[in-house]
């Protein structure tokens, strides 16, 4: 169970955040401070993951393992130091990872004879340990996935969504054909937008990379990416198809059913606390967190409305008796009796905590056997029957995450526009700030993301799965295209 300090004085943490009008990055930062999801590390561009947010990370682990599991995925562990070598190997990929590598040079008192990267992400190790644990088709599928840490050198840090460290689960994958990796990096993109969909209230679109996005030593990446409450976009997660990139650089090889050797198709795939950054942008407001349902920590806040003069045991026994029925009911519950602050202090507390619904019992409420009951959601604020509560809180929790994933959908599809031309498109993202999704045809060349991208500082987002045989010509080139979403991106 997560515990909160019972006694703060509220004049040790003021509850207002700058609002999203009037700077959206500095709102960001003070919610994730303001309401205890993390803070800055002494270490530059790292983060600490604090109890709250922790248990928000845990809410999105939670059901991904268990989606991992029923599709015959394993978890491990490998090292967290990598031979510079093994990373050398795949040139493309050592190039695409080279700006962001933490090397160790010396350990023990001595320098090393090789050099070790800081795990930036384990497709080098996983693959040499592939090399010796893969030798017939009756090996394959090799379907592992780990929970870790990884070290990216980030220039520009912003917590959650981009530290040096940051914790993330990531699949690695060997198959004995093309087309079984091919499906299973689509399947795992169909778990992360699943994911995405019923626990994160986000609705996203999923689609391929281009060239210029696509992950490094990749042959195709795909991709789940979620629009922002500032309009930019956010890649949630993604899922590449590797090839036999990777099998050709650590020799994995297989005996066929025709005694014949054969390379492994490999896929890889990851979704990290990112994720957190994502759920605090797309559902956030002015007061704080919103958070859905299925991920916040507690689902529930009891609040007794104790005032001097009166007898606090009756409202004390009603929310233990009302606490007992909602954790018996498996709803995540926690009673605030911290004395010495007021309750509109503490409404203000798990407002920015982003709690779904927010229960309070006083005198005259126990007296009727009601309790009011607050939606974070909306705002909205009505009565409940004490004897009936129970159910009413679950049946509201449930439209709560459908109004925040409706709401997310609706923001997504009001803040995209058709663009038939590059002047269009300069029109449309002519100002600083982020101006929604641009849908339109793009060849998905090299050349015409760099010009978009040094132009107006937007990127190839996607090329939608749904609309996949809308071809025409590229709005920069001419050539022939494909519908793609282009937008400015974190």
């Keep these: 169970m997560l515990v909160l300090p019972k006694m703060r004085q509220e ?79 795949e040139a493309e990929h050592v190039a695409g990872f080279s700006p962001e590598l933490a090397v160790v040079t010396h350990a023990g008192g001595k320098e090393l004879e090789e050099p070790l990267a800081v795990r930036p992400t384990s497709e080098t190790i996983i693959n040499e340990m592939f090399s010796r644990w893969v030798q017939s088709y009756k090996d394959l599928p090799l379907l592992i996935n780990q929970w870790c840490n990884v070290v990216r050198w980030e220039l520009r840090p912003r917590l959650f ?48 990379k281009s060239d210029s996005e696509r992950f490094a030593g990749a042959v195709r990446t795909y991709t789940i990416e979620a629009m922002m409450g500032d309009l930019k976009a956010l890649q949630a997660g993604t899922s590449h198809f590797l090839g036999q990139n990777f099998a050709r650089a650590f020799n994995i090889q297989f005996r066929n059913k025709e005694n014949q050797h054969e390379y492994a198709w490999q896929t890889s795939w990851g979704l990290s606390t990112r994720m957190v950054g994502a759920i605090v942008m797309a559902h956030g407001d002015d007061q704080g967190l919103v958070l859905p349902p299925a991920v916040a920590p507690y689902q529930v806040v009891l609040i007794p409305v104790l005032r001097k003069g009166i007898d606090r045991e009756p409202i004390m026994e009603a929310c233990r008796r009302i606490m007992s029925d909602l954790k018996g009911n498996e709803i995540r519950a926690t ?31 126990l007296e009727q056997q009601k309790v009011v009951c607050a939606r974070r959601d909306t705002g909205e604020k009505t009565s409940l029957d004490l004897s009936s509560a129970v159910s009413s809180v679950k049946n509201l929790l449930r439209v709560i995450q459908d109004n925040l994933l409706q709401r997310s959908h609706d923001f997504r599809e009001a803040n995209t526009h058709e663009v038939e031309s590059l002047e269009q498109l300069k029109a449309m993202f002519a100002e600083e700030g982020g101006a929604g999704y641009a849908s339109c045809l793009h060849c998905g060349s090299l050349e015409c993301d760099k010009q978009i991208k040094d132009l107006l500082g937007v990127t190839n987002r996607c090329f939608p799965f749904d609309e996949i045989t809308r071809t025409g010509q590229c709005i920069v080139c001419g050539s022939l295209g494909r519908r793609a979403i282009l937008g400015r991106g974190y």
């Design 161 to 208: 969504l981009r530290t040096t460290e940051f914790l993330w689960q990531e699949g690695h994958t060997a198959h004995a054909t093309e087309q079984e990796a091919e499906e299973e990096a689509r399947l795992i993109l169909s778990i992360y937008a699943r994911f995405a969909d019923e626990f994160g209230a986000l609705s996203v679109i999923r689609g391929q």
């Design 11 to 89: 004049k040790q943490k003021g509850l207002t955040v700058t609002p999203r009008s009037e700077n959206y990055s500095q709102w960001y930062t003070d919610v994730v401070r303001k309401a205890e999801l993390a803070d800055y590390s002494p270490v530059k561009g790292a983060m600490v993951i604090r109890p709250y947010g922790y248990a928000l990370w845990e809410n999105v682990q939670r059901p991904l393992d268990q989606m991992f599991k029923e599709t015959g995925h394993q978890n491990a562990y490998f090292p967290v130091f990598i031979p510079m070598s093994f990373l050398e190997r």
């Design 335 to 365: 009673l605030d009796d911290r004395e010495d602050i007021s309750p509109g202090f503490k409404y203000n507390d798990w407002e920015m905590r982003g709690v779904p619904i927010r229960l309070e019992l006083g005198p005259k409420d």
